[in-house]
Nanobody, 122 residues
Framework: QVQLVESGGGLVQAGGSLRLSCAAS????????MGWFRQGPGKEREFVAR????????LYANSVKGRFTISRDTAKNTVYLEMNSLKPEDTAVYYC???????????????WGQGTPVTVSS
């Protein structure tokens, strides 16, 4: 049973930082991709960033490039999303997900966490 558990969300002022964590279990992740998505109020879920578990290759949405950093700790089976220079438009529920292939669409990912809310106040 694959389990993804996010943590680290909260309330932060614009310009501040947060680090989200996603603890993964139940699968040999070495051949998989880990991604972060978000869904803001009244919006569709959107891709934020992804990282290949083995080589650490990363890809970011243009809206977060230069502000967010995705990383992974293979020993801890944990993926992180470091978010800096946060803006009110970053307010969303952030989801961690895993995929057997490289992709940026929600349907590429087969297991999802429960989400962690991030609120950025102006």
């Amino acid at each position: 049973q694959v389990q993804l558990v996010e943590s680290g969300g909260g309330l932060v002022q614009a310009g501040g930082s947060l680090r989200l964590s996603c603890a993964a279990s139940g699968r040999t992740f070495s051949t998989y991709v880990m991604g972060w998505f978000r869904q803001g109020p009244g919006k569709e879920r959107e891709f934020v960033a992804r990282i290949t578990w083995s080589g650490g290759s990363t890809l970011y949405a243009n809206s977060v490039k230069g502000r967010f950093t995705i990383s992974r700790d293979t020993a801890k089976n944990t993926v992180y999303l470091e978010m800096n220079s946060l803006k009110p438009e970053d307010t969303a529920v952030y989801y961690c997900a895993t995929s057997p292939r490289v992709g940026t669409r929600s349907y590429d990912y087969d297991y999802w966490g429960q989400g962690t809310p991030v609120t950025v106040s102006s």
